[in-house]
């Protein structure tokens, strides 16, 4: 049996076309799933039932489960139980704008990023399609509330699950299905390099945020090891490709780590670099951790970096700090479980 959470439109067309039926019911059955959100093949009153018995037969209805919740002002963290005992998490964050859910896509990550707390507990596995799809849906269901933005920015590197995360990512766009707008969902990479070439290729329309954290080759090889593998030259070569082939603007993370990489040298050196691209930067008041020995950067220095990059014609925003008192730190809540602190 299947998950029925991790099959596309497109997928669950092909489903009904193998079996011998119309391919029109596998839109009846994603407008049941997704829009009358039910949890049993048993509540849809205009299928046959020998359809119903077949579907019964092939799917079940994925059920990951909530076992923490934490509140903050405007922030929600969510850690959740899946089928085979691995924990994830999510966090929602609310807007003036709206509701905006930060995705988990793996358990782990294998980029090892030195000040990233989820890539201190190592890749265990990706995350399925549906593992992804009912983080929104248990959120939405528990908080009774719409999700209208989402980032896939939680725990892993979702260019590292790469056919899970499209897969996911047309399901929340679909209009029969979760009907997020494409323009509200954003994917972060930490650079893998083939895949945003592959993702130039696919023709995808949603946001891409890349995690760059540094001006130059020399602190990034420090505090990311991808960085070893495809440095900042080859990285910014194949976004200045996904710009000029997509007219889309980059967004670039930069968490602010205090006496690492965040001095006016430093301003001065990431302007530079992204000079003429059609990007911003999003400074990133960094959430500390207790295992990590990495401090946040001072708002003076925030401020001063700011107006540099101001000053040089980059546009840049800084991030609105949300749940330092939630363990909002990717992976921090995971890790505070799994180590009996919570």
């Given at each position: 049996m299947k998950n029925i959470y991790n099959?596309?439109?497109?997928?669950?067309?092909?489903?009904?076309?193998?079996?011998n039926e119309k391919k029109f019911k596998a839109t009846q059955i994603f407008e049941w799933i997704y829009k009358k959100r039910i949890t049993s093949f048993d509540e849809m009153s205009n299928v046959k039932k020998e359809t119903i018995e077949k579907l019964k037969e092939d799917f079940y209805f994925g059920n990951i489960k909530i076992i923490s919740e934490k509140e903050g002002k405007d922030v929600v963290k969510f850690l959740f139980n899946l089928q085979d005992?691995?924990?994830?998490?999510?966090?929602?964050?609310?807007?003036?704008?709206?509701?905006?859910?930060?995705?988990?896509?793996q358990v782990g990550c294998n980029m090892g990023c030195s000040f990233c707390e989820s890539g201190r507990l190592k890749k265990i596995r990706n995350l399925d399609v549906g593992e992804m799809v009912e983080q929104i849906l248990k959120i939405e269901e528990i908080l009774n509330i719409r999700i209208s933005h989402v980032v896939l920015m939680g725990i892993g590197e979702p260019f590292d699950n790469y056919d899970n995360v499209i897969d996911f990512i047309r399901i929340i766009n679909s209009g029969k299905g979760i009907d997020i707008g494409a323009r509200h969902i954003t994917v972060s990479t930490s650079g893998i390099v083939p895949k945003i070439e592959k993702f130039i290729e696919d023709g995808n329309q949603i946001n891409l945020a890349v995690s760059l954290h540094a001006p130059n080759d020399e602190i990034r090889n420090k505090i990311m090891n991808i960085n070893k593998v495809y440095n900042i030259h080859s990285l910014i070569s194949v976004l200045k490709k996904y710009i000029e082939k997509t007219n889309r603007r980059v967004t670039f993370?930069?968490?602010?780590?205090?006496?690492?990489?965040?001095?006016?040298e430093c301003a001065i050196?990431?302007?530079?670099?992204?000079?003429?691209?059609?990007?911003?930067?999003?400074?990133?008041?960094y959430n500390e951790t207790s295992h990590i020995e990495y401090k946040k950067s001072s708002k003076?220095?925030?401020?001063?970096?700011?107006?540099?990059l101001k000053k040089n014609n980059i546009n840049v925003t800084i991030?609105?700090?949300?749940?330092g008192n939630v363990d909002a730190a990717c992976g921090q809540l995971r890790a505070n479980y799994e180590e009996g602190l919570l």
């Open positions: 099959y596309t439109l497109e997928k669950l067309e092909d489903y009904f076309i193998s079996i005992n691995n924990k994830v998490e999510a966090v929602l964050m609310k807007h003036d704008y709206g509701n905006s859910l930060c995705v988990s896509t993370e930069y968490i602010m780590l205090e006496g690492v990489n965040d001095s006016k050196e990431l302007a530079n670099l992204l000079k003429g691209m059609n990007c911003y930067v999003n400074l990133i008041p003076e220095n925030i401020m001063k970096f700011y107006d540099t991030r609105r700090e949300f749940g």
